[in-house]
Antibody, heavy 115, light 112 residues
Framework: EVQLVESGGDLIRPGGSLRLSCTAS????????MSWVRQTPARGLECISI????????YYADSVRGRFTISRDNSKNTLYLQMNSLRAEDTAVYYC????????WGQGTVVTVSS | DIVMTQTPLSSPVTLGQPASISCRSS???????????LSWLHQRPGQPPRLLIY???DRFSGVPDRFSGSGAGTDFTLKISRVEAEDVGVYFC?????????FGGGTKVEIK
């Protein structure tokens, strides 16, 4: 069964760092474009980062560029999102998705940035 | 980025009656490969979005046939032929023709 499981969400203070993980099963992450999508009541659903299947090319939304880094570990079949300099507005549910003709979504992990 | 606009924001419906949601994109969603990558997602409270429809009208595995999608270019519609209680929640359209994926603001379907 194709599945994505996110982890790493937490309560973190502003300015702090956090790394989210997304472990895939049923397929190999390095064969697909993978992304992180976040959801907030105010901004709705927002694609914040994409990792191309070549493992090198990336996309970042303006809101996270320079602070977040997407990467993968092929040996662990896992996608990551390193989040630095976190702000209150980064508070959201973060979803990992596999991109394709139809997208596969994980269950999400909650990040709360608050003092 | 392509802007996706959904209407209405809220749709109170009677059980067993039809419902319809519209989605408009700021530019054509026809891809260079000839396909139109417009999807519909359904989200219940506390749950992740679940894919219903992709490529305008293809139902994802396990999706009941009371859900149907239509449209072309920049205008798209999701129809529920007879609303059931489990259909409540928020529906989103999403374009995947162009990076990054962008989403409509959502339409809340609730039972009258």
């Amino acid at each position: 069964e194709v599945q994505l499981v996110e982890s790493g969400g937490d309560l973190i203070r502003p300015g702090g760092s956090l790394r989210l993980s997304c472990t895939a099963s049923g397929f190999t992450v390095n064969n697909y474009y993978m992304s992180w999508v976040r959801q907030t009541p105010a901004r709705g659903l927002e694609c914040i980062s994409i990792l191309y299947s070549d493992g090198t090319n990336t996309y970042y939304a303006d809101s996270v560029r320079g602070r977040f880094t997407i990467s993968r570990d092929n040996s662990k079949n896992t996608l990551y999102l390193q989040m630095n300099s976190l702000r209150a507005e980064d508070t959201a549910v973060y979803y990992c998705t596999r991109l394709g003709a139809f997208d596969i979504w994980g269950q999400g992990t909650v990040v709360t940035v608050s003092s | 980025d392509i802007v996706m606009t959904q209407t209405p924001l809220s749709s109170p419906v009677t059980l067993g009656q039809p419902a319809s949601i519209s989605c408009r994109s700021s530019e054509s969603l026809v891809n260079s490969d000839g396909n139109t990558y417009l999807s519909w997602l359904h989200q219940r409270p506390g749950q992740p979005p679940r894919l219903l429809i992709y490529k305008v009208s293809d139902r994802f595995s396990g999706v009941p046939d009371r859900f149907s999608g239509s449209g072309a270019g920049t205008d798209f519609t999701l129809k529920i032929s007879r609303v059931e209680a489990e259909d409540v929640g928020v529906y989103f359209c999403m374009q995947s023709t162009q990076f990054p994926r962008t989403f409509g603001g959502g339409t809340k379907v609730e039972i009258k």
